[in-house]
């Protein structure tokens, strides 16, 4: 059972990113997804979410409108599209699995981890 984050690296202020959340061992239909992200210093925060029901998405204040996610069930893979990164959107970022509420930041109900990308917004 493993849960795979890729797709980060270095970019210049305003450009993109797509990270990509991929199982193995067990399938992400039953589960929600988010997308959280840890910047040097700070607190393991989550960024976006989306449901196993009906896809439904939740983006946190300060990347709505720039960060998209979904889901390809098919692929097991859940992926995150940045665009219009900023110097603040650094961090290692991580996606995760919960059965739980699917907009939860209690990190403590999440069961299987990625074990993170690093994203690094700089000119």
């Known amino acids: 059972v493993q849960l795979q984050a890729s797709g980060g690296g270095l970019v210049e202020p305003g450009g993109s990113l797509r990270l990509s959340c991929t199982a193995s061992?067990?399938?992400?239909?039953?589960?929600?997804i988010s997308w959280f992200r840890q910047a040097p210093g700070k607190e393991r925060e989550v960024v976006s979410c989306i449901s196993s029901y009906d896809s439904a998405t939740y983006y946190t204040d300060t990347v709505t409108g720039r960060f998209s996610i979904s889901r390809d069930n098919a692929a097991n893979t859940v992926f995150l599209q940045m665009n219009g990164l900023r110097p603040e959107d650094t961090a290692v970022y991580y996606c995760?699995?919960?059965?739980?509420?699917?907009?939860?930041?209690?990190?403590?109900?999440?069961?299987?981890w990625g074990q993170g990308t690093l994203v690094t917004v700089s000119s």
């Open positions: 061992g067990f399938s992400l239909d039953y589960y929600h």
């Open positions: 995760a699995t919960t059965q739980t509420s699917w907009v939860n930041d209690h990190t403590d109900e999440y069961k299987y």
